[in-house]
């Protein structure tokens, strides 16, 4: 059976991931008739295929959409645009890889394998969530966890907003939203931030800007001002941790600064991870990974911006590095054609 262990699917190009960096990268590698196989997988991570841009509402910061668009016809359009190009897809998640030697070995949880000469991880990162109750109801009804992607919407404009956190992201996503928030607090269950010093004085020299110290959010809530028969958020709950008391909190907007997941767990440590974070680790200026013809793009390999339209660049650059390596080993199209009876 074609795709099987015994009989796997060939492929100059493998690329793993359905963000826009795999899409990128795709559109690049089969324009160069690299032919990739993408494997977009399945609730990957808990999320649909797309990403995390499927999660979203409306993106207003991606190039070429002045009007905005929602992120999953986004998501939608650069996968119809790979597919133009002839990206062959596997709508199954990748659970494991063998890298140990070329060509390497792709396997899914349905047991697809795929033998490539290159393969691109693109399997981005997940943002962590709190949960309590509301918190599913108000997602994306203003409560993010991307303060640059939605805190210069107008719901956000003049309101009191809050994040969670107190790390160095939490620190710069609440500075970030003073340029838009009438006041910012940040809810933190410690006495003291673990952020870096520099960005502590900034945030608590900043007029905006009020900590709630030893505090939790405990649940939000909608009102009456919020629309929509309560589908906004109003304001939260917190409970202070020392004295056990629960106050209510108007708020507009709830920003989790709680760090992210990279999806990595399938590769088995095959390749070099930063620590403790667990972001693959890439070569400076490229997207080069510690084992040779294996790449990684976007948010899988970038802990500071985190953006579509910077998943994008890196997705453009994979696809090129991996063009150039099977240019430098000599693999002809010939040896690494794919096979048509992927594509759905």
């Not at 976007?298 to 953006?307: E, S, T």
């Not at 994008?312 to 048509?340: I, N, P, R, T, W």
Request: charged letters at 20%; proline letters at 4%.
């Amino acid at each position: 059976m074609e795709g099987s262990a015994a009989a796997p699917l060939r492929t100059r190009v493998c690329i793993i991931g359905s963000g826009p960096a795999a899409h990128t990268a795709a559109i690049y590698a089969a324009r160069a008739d690299l032919k990739p196989v993408l494997f977009e997988g399945w609730m990957a991570n808990g999320v649909a295929a797309g990403g995390q841009l499927t999660t979203t509402t409306v993106v207003e910061n991606f190039p070429g959409f002045p009007a905005g668009i929602m992120g999953g016809d986004l998501m939608k359009r650069c996968r119809d645009q790979s597919l133009r190009f002839g990206t062959r897809f596997v709508n199954e998640t990748v659970t494991a890889v063998d890298l140990s030697a070329s060509p390497f070995r792709v396997v899914s949880d349905k047991s697809t394998t795929v033998l490539a000469d290159a393969v691109i991880v693109a399997t981005g990162a997940v943002a962590r969530r709190l949960h309590f109750p509301g918190s599913d109801a108000y997602w994306n009804h203003g409560i993010s966890a991307c303060a640059v992607c939605d805190g210069p919407a107008p719901i956000f404009r003049d309101r009191p907003l809050a994040v969670v956190g107190g790390g160095d992201s939490a620190m710069e996503e609440s500075s970030f939203l003073t340029k838009y928030g009438s006041r910012v607090y940040i809810v933190h269950r410690r006495s003291t931030f673990r952020a870096s010093k520099i960005m502590q004085d900034r945030v608590l020299k900043n007029p905006k800007i009020q900590v709630v110290w030893n505090s939790v959010v405990v649940e939000a809530f909608g009102g009456a001002e919020g629309g929509g028969g309560g589908r906004r958020l109003a304001g939260i709950k917190v409970k202070n941790l020392v004295s056990g008391e629960v106050k209510d909190l108007q708020v507009a907007g709830l920003f989790f600064a709680i760090g992210h997941t990279p999806a990595t767990e399938f590769l088995g440590g095959q390749l070099e991870l930063d620590s403790p974070a667990g972001y693959v680790v890439t070569k400076p200026g490229s997207t080069h990974t510690s084992v040779k013809g294996v790449f990684a793009a976007g948010d899988v390999q970038d802990k500071k911006y985190r953006q579509a339209i910077t998943a994008a660049g890196s997705g453009c650059m994979a696809a090129l590095d991996a063009e150039h390596y099977l240019q430098e080993v000599g693999v002809s199209a010939q040896e690494g054609k794919s096979d048509d009876r992927v594509s759905d």
